[in-house]
């Protein structure tokens, strides 16, 4: 069955770095895009990156564009997300999600990462 | 950007039809995709490409989309129904995903 399953989160200073990683299984991982998502407490979901099958194509929300980079091993079934310049409200629980195959929705999640940045 | 405004909660008594809507400019010409999100859990897919379900999902939840504003339906509300729910579509004069701001659907 797909499994997302999300990686790194913890506790970083304001300005720091972290990076968060989804293993992939139970699915051929490069025909599929990915993208990163976020829910802050108490505030709803945020898309934050995509990107495409082979990673030719990468796309950044404006709140994150400049800090964050997406990145990914096929060969290895896994996404990346790495995170610079951290701010407090950046503190967020992040998720990684399966694009559709040909559609512009997300089929699968994983449960999510919780990063927190506070001094 | 593009926005999606939802209502942020909705209360239904079990048994009852939950409305919850999703509105953004000319919505209806876009595709919109729904997820359900439980405290701890993964978000789940329940409706996309405005009113198509995926498998596992109740045939009591249900979708539209026109104008500019997109629905999606819940009959029949049980218990198990309360939860988050977020719309969500693909802006294509910014190459971005774009969610709404979400609804806490109330099972009273």
């Known amino acids: 069955q797909v499994q997302l399953v999300e990686s790194g989160g913890g506790l970083v200073k304001p300005g720091g770095s972290l990076r968060l990683s989804c293993a992939a299984s139970?699915?051929?991982?490069?025909?599929?895009?990915m993208s990163w998502m976020r829910q802050t407490p108490g505030k709803g979901l945020e898309w934050i990156s995509y990107i495409s099958y082979v990673g030719t194509t990468i796309y950044y929300a404006d709140s994150v564009q400049g800090r964050f980079t997406v990145s990914r091993d096929n060969a290895n079934n896994s996404l990346f997300l790495h995170m610079n310049s951290l701010r407090v409200e950046d503190t967020a629980v992040y998720f990684c999600?399966?694009?559709?195959?040909?559609?512009?929705?997300?089929?699968?999640w994983g449960q999510g990462a919780l990063v927190t940045v506070s001094s | 950007s593009y926005v999606l405004t939802q209502p942020p909660s909705v209360s239904v008594a079990p048994g009852q039809t939950a409305e919850i809507t999703c509105e953004g400019t000319?919505?209806?010409?876009?595709?919109v995709h729904w997820y359900q999100r439980k405290p701890g859990q993964a978000p789940v897919l329940v409706i996309y490409?405005?009113?198509d379900r995926p498998s596992g999902i109740p045939e009591r939840f249900s979708g539209s989309n026109s104008g500019n504003t997109a629905t999606l339906t819940i009959i029949r509300v049980e218990a198990g129904d309360e939860a988050d729910y977020y719309c969500q579509v693909w802006d294509t004069d910014s190459d971005h995903f774009v969610f709404g701001t979400g609804t806490t659907v109330t099972v009273l």
């Open positions: 490409y405005d009113s």
């Open positions: 139970g699915f051929t991982f490069g025909d599929y895009y």
């Open positions: 999600a399966r694009g559709s195959t040909g559609g512009s929705h997300f089929d699968f």
């Open positions: 000319n919505i209806g010409d876009k595709s």
